[in-house]
């Protein structure tokens, strides 16, 4: 990185402090991705970590692993039953706009019962620039009134990354990750089976050497593997690929398709 590109990113640093220094108390949305542990450590580190409650949503949707992380930092868990939820189950094209606001809505009641009046977002100026099309849970951070200070100031996920690496966050060359009901198709109805399948599929995945990748439901007899790029070609060797497959179809996969374009 150049000096002049240095000094631009630590100006940007340093306006997220002054953002983050306005306010007496805040909660934070926690995900435990690279943008919430870059947000929560930049606020206790402005705020002080008295001043500064994380919430985590904790549910079926994410692996116990994500979770593991999540309790790597002094966090409060929400247990949330999303499966329980009719218009989360029917799966429809507004699923993530539905499902954000209802959670964001539970941890704005439980900031009020603290005393704390803003809820801080991890969305980066990344995710602004895909609109609420790609990005369906910007609606409901826009309705309820969710600040978004890293998007605010500025700061892309590359440049997200850059600093949490200078403040030693092991999370700073962490693959992004999404919820599990992400791999079923809008329209497929989601079910504790359903994930239990991608679960399972991941993790053959996972064994074999090929991190940070998804296995896509089409329909419930064909899946799509998404892989990073560069571990294509060793997935298409015969003998990998077989020897995948067959773990695959004992999780129950039927066919299985390969997604050329990659992560």
Known sequence: MTATKTSELQAKAERLKNCLRKFGQ???AFSGGVDSSFLLRSAIDSLGAENV???HARSCLQKQEEQERAASWSVRFVDIEPLTWPD????QSDRCYLCKRRIYSLFLEILAREGIAV???GTNLDDLQQSEKGRPGLRAIAELGVQTPLADCGLSKAEIRELSRDLGLATWNQPSDSCLATRIPAGMEITAERL???VAME???Y???FFSCRARLLDDTVVCLQLRQKDIDRFCALAVRQEVSCLLKRTGAGKIVLDLDGR
Not at 88 to 91: A, E, K, M, S, T
Request: proline fraction near 0%.
């Open 53 to 55: 409650l994380a919430l």
């Open 203 to 205: 993790q053959v995945l």
């Open 26 to 28: 805040v909660g934070i």
């Open 88 to 91: 989360f189950i029917r799966n």
């Open 119 to 121: 809820l801080f977002d």
């Open 207 to 209: 064994d074999a050497g």
């Open 196 to 198: 239990a399948q991608v």
